[in-house]
């Protein structure tokens, strides 16, 4: 192939290229240069070198963070996977009840994240709502219980997106398949765990990193819902990162966590592609087992 017949390519790909430069790279590249200064938001930022890195392990609430963000995204991912996969492929079903329930469940994707925190919030509070009639405990006021409920807000919300994807991929898988297992004698719950799962591994994959990266970005819902309460219990990395920058106005540290936070999505994204070898996009139509 020549040279000019390679032009066009570079063309097509100029635009998204300079968006992502200038969206991407560019702020992650001011941020990292934040993270080795001491700046209160105002004025000129002064040069530290690592010194907010070397503070990163000696502050708690940084620690905390991490941990808390950590089991926050394993709650995430073994609650919303097995849902979402399920109702995508009860949904994928041809039949007008199924779609009609399918609307239903796809009502949150229409709400925004503010009016969904708010309306669990009054749901959760220990006065009226639901939390009254199971006794009038608060989950949200609960150190043990707190992260759970916040879990399961977060999961009611992203639930419908992911059950999207898998209700689209569970509708490419070619209905021979299905029809030789019969022929064979296969169950339904043969078939879904022979031709169901596996053809619907790269979905499973790319769902999970979404999960993944995104419960290292939550914090509209825990900053509304328990303000990072009760004590630390629900203080995740990105509202920590909101509370020294905004609030303790420590731009650089606040930056540093920023890095970190990016750094740690990037690493696990890339760890979850390389080791399920979705990277090399093989084809998953291999046939009945």
């Known amino acids: 192939m020549s040279a000019r017949s390679q032009r066009p390519g570079f063309g097509w790909a100029a635009p998204a290229t300079v968006f992502f430069v200038a969206f991407g790279i560019l702020p992650i590249a001011i941020v990292a240069y934040l993270s080795l200064t001491r700046w209160n938001g105002l004025g000129s930022p002064e040069w530290a070198g690592l010194e907010n890195w070397r503070a990163l392990p000696d502050d708690p609430d940084a620690l905390n963070g991490i941990k808390v963000t950590f089991l926050l995204t394993l709650l ?28 239903v469940f796809f009502l949150p994707l229409l709400l925004s994240t503010t009016a969904i925190a708010l309306t669990w919030l009054s749901f959760l509070d220990p006065n009226f709502g639901l939390a009254a009639s199971l ?16 879990a399961f807000v977060i999961a009611w919300q992203f639930v419908p997106f992911h059950t999207l994807l898998y209700q689209a991929a569970a509708r490419q898988i ?7 297992a019969e022929l064979a004698g296969a ?9 169901t799962l596996p053809q619907l591994r790269n979905t499973i994959i790319a769902s999970s990193v979404l999960i993944v990266v995104g419960s290292l970005t939550y914090f509209e819902s825990i900053l509304l819902l328990t303000g990072g309460g009760p ?14 920058g905004f609030v303790g106005f420590d731009m650089g540290f606040a930056s540093a966590l920023a890095v970190l936070l990016v750094a740690v999505g990037t690493l696990l994204s890339v760890l979850i592609v390389r080791s399920t070898g979705y990277y090399r996009m093989a084809s998953d139509r291999e046939g009945f087992l």
């Open 76 to 103: 995430c991912w073994l609650i919303q996977t097995p849902v979402s996969l399920l109702l995508g492929v009860w949904s994928a079903g041809r039949q007008r009840s199924r779609a009609i329930l399918s609307t």
């Open 135 to 150: 006794g009038g405990s608060s989950l949200l006021s609960s150190p043990h219980q707190a992260l759970y409920a916040v």
């Open 174 to 180: 070619p209905t021979s398949m299905y029809e030789d």
């Open 187 to 195: 169950n339904t719950l043969r078939q879904f765990f022979a031709i």
């Open 231 to 244: 004590g630390t219990a629900t203080r995740v990395l990105p509202l920590h990162m909101y509370i020294k």
